[in-house]
């Protein structure tokens, strides 16, 4: 049988595989799945972007060429997404989120922007605060997305959420995971913005198998992300404690000309 690369742009972890039974563990019972095989693995590459993450249930790589694109996996277990694989990736929605602390702690404010077939339809920003952390504004973007998120799959849209935090997307999507467990304690401590933390993680329980939470690096010219910071200082500047739709026409650059966090 001849060799098939399998393309993955909406699944549990989107990529290029090599066999059949990786691919489907991605996609198997995954709302609003899409991927397509192809026969070679430069048409594999050029449908996904051109930056692929080459994945097989098989311990040996199976060719010197895959080992010299194979990633190696982040210590942390979180993959960074570039703006190349995140715009190959065939969603209906993808949401920026980012949170602006300044000073830190101090007046804190969240911001998200909405793609739609990536294109951007939208600009949210607010939850004021003016005794805030960083921490506790990512969250607080996360788990609007999240809220967001939910409406979207009920109308059958497939959903990324992109989020430069890593450290909220680990409270929610892992760490959550333990902490439930032992009664919402951890051995190092107090587990800080824990009421917020639950809400998230009972919200992204409901949603982990119809969604995307994906890391971002922030500030390296993705263009989501950078919307997503200029929203967040707006609600600084405008004390904006309600979650509210950005009212003005969306001029890229000229809101990427404003104060960034």
Same mark, same amino acid.
């Given at each position: 049988m001849a060799k098939k690369y399998y393309v993955v742009w909406a699944g549990r972890q989107p990529g290029i595989y090599t066999d059949w039974n %990786?691919? *489907? /563990?991605?996609?198997?019972k995954f709302a609003g799945a899409k991927y397509k095989s192809f026969p070679t693995q430069a048409e594999a590459e050029q449908a996904f972007g051109g930056k692929a993450t080459f994945s097989t249930s098989n311990s040996k790589t =199976?060719? *010197?060429t895959? %080992? %010299?694109?194979?990633?190696?996996? +982040?210590?942390?277990?979180?993959? #960074?997404? #570039?703006?190349?694989?995140?715009? /190959?990736?065939n969603l209906d929605v993808k949401m920026f989120t980012d949170g602006g602390c300044d000073p830190n702690p101090g007046q804190a404010g969240s911001g998200m922007a909405v793609y739609r077939n990536n294109k951007i339809a939208e600009?949210?920003?607010?939850?004021?605060?003016? &005794?805030? #952390?960083?921490? #506790? +504004? @990512?969250?607080?973007?996360?788990?609007?997305?999240? &809220? &967001?998120? *939910? *409406?979207e799959v009920?109308?059958?849209?497939?959903v990324a959420i992109l989020?430069?935090?890593k450290y909220s997307i680990q409270c929610v999507t892992q760490w959550a995971v333990g902490w439930e467990k032992k009664g919402w304690k951890k051995s190092g401590g107090e587990i800080k913005n824990l009421e917020l933390i639950k809400a998230m993680f009972a919200l992204h329980q409901t949603l982990k198998d119809k969604i995307?939470?994906?890391?971002?690096?922030?500030?390296?010219?993705?263009?989501?992300?950078?919307?997503?910071?200029?929203?967040? &200082?707006? +609600?600084?500047? @405008?004390? @904006? =404690?309600?979650? /509210?739709?950005?009212?003005?026409?969306?001029?890229? +650059? @000229?809101?990427l000309?404003?104060?960034?966090?």
């Open positions: %990786s691919c *489907k /563990a991605q996609v198997d =199976t060719s *010197k895959q %080992s %010299s694109v194979k990633k190696k996996p +982040a210590a942390n277990g979180i993959k #960074t997404y #570039t703006a190349a694989e995140i715009d /190959a990736m600009l949210w920003y607010g939850l004021y605060n003016p &005794m805030g #952390t960083n921490n #506790t +504004a @990512e969250l607080n973007a996360l788990h609007q997305a999240l &809220m &967001m998120a *939910k *409406k009920q109308l059958g849209h497939s989020c430069d935090s995307q939470v994906l890391h971002v690096n922030g500030h390296v010219g993705v263009e989501g992300n950078e919307l997503a910071d200029r929203m967040s &200082m707006v +609600a600084i500047a @405008e004390k @904006e =404690t309600e979650f /509210a739709r950005y009212p003005d026409p969306i001029n890229v +650059a @000229e809101i000309k404003m104060q960034h966090g």
